[in-house]
């Protein structure tokens, strides 16, 4: 039976009786569908999390947005609360990983299987925040026509990208965090599995979930781009010959 204590302050007696919130970060590269998963778990109404927040702070501006997200008092209906990043986007990757570990944070990557699908959506995403202001095309809008970019462009990206994807994986692995690696494919291939895995490593009850972002890009790059002979060319031979090989799907 509840004390007099808990029954004038139930407040009290939820943090008392229920399991520890799950703290988590998403961390990504770009156009691997993070904008996607962050919807989808929105839904939820058990989990709390917010997008890009640390953009254009500074250090100490990241430290205090990271201990109020990870430390005020919520609902108690909430069990999960998280937040993206790039890693572009954070002012000290020490101080990052130091804050990260003193609030037990789970960490979510999200990347690319193939490196020059997504460079061609980097690219596409550029055309995207040209017309629209946003970075993402919302339900209900057409596709964009074939990337018409120089070969040396679209190289140029894939190099960037790959780069960028290396270092979110190095990052992540210098964590002695939980941590649940996930891909855009997976998102593709079996969205309701793959949410059902981010589900259960936050401790929340599975849902079906959908996400209000749409695919930009024809998955088959012989459509989404237009000088793909010239690129596949350029790229026979090298480590990403297998990327421009795959088939669409």
Not at 67 to 76: E, F, I, P, Q, V
Not at 125 to 133: L, P
Not at 178 to 188: F, N, V
Request: aromatic share 6%; glycine share 4%.
């Amino acid at each position: 039976m509840r004390s007099w204590l808990t029954k004038a302050f139930p407040s009290l007696y939820n943090r008392r009786t229920l399991p520890a919130r799950t703290r988590f970060v998403v961390l990504f590269p770009g156009r691997t569908g993070s904008s996607h998963l962050v919807s989808c778990l929105a839904q939820h109404p058990a989990i709390f999390v917010e997008g890009e927040k640390l953009v254009r702070l500074g250090l100490q501006e990241q430290a205090a947005y990271l201990r109020a997200l990870y430390g005020s008092d919520r609902s108690a209906r909430i069990r999960a609360v998280g937040f993206k990043t790039k890693l572009k986007d954070v002012a000290s990757l020490d101080d990052f990983a130091a804050m990260l570990r003193a609030h037990d944070v789970r960490i979510i990557t999200l990347l690319r299987e193939n490196r020059l699908k997504l460079a061609v959506s980097t690219l596409n995403a550029r055309r995207i925040h040209r017309e629209h202001g946003r970075w993402n095309l919302v339900k209900g809008e057409a596709r964009l026509p074939p990337l018409d970019a120089s070969v040396d462009e679209i190289v140029s990206m894939l190099t960037q990208v790959d780069a960028a994807q290396r270092e979110v994986l190095s990052f992540a692995a210098t964590l002695p965090l939980p941590r649940l690696d996930l891909t855009y494919e997976a998102l593709l291939r079996d969205h309701d599995a793959t949410i059902g895995r981010v589900e259960d490593f936050l401790n929340v009850q599975a849902l079906r979930l959908s996400g209000s972002v749409e695919k930009a890009t024809n998955d088959d790059l012989r459509q989404s781009v237009t000088a793909y002979d010239e690129l596949a060319e350029r790229l026979r031979g090298s480590a990403y010959a297998a990327d421009i090989a795959e088939p669409a799907g």
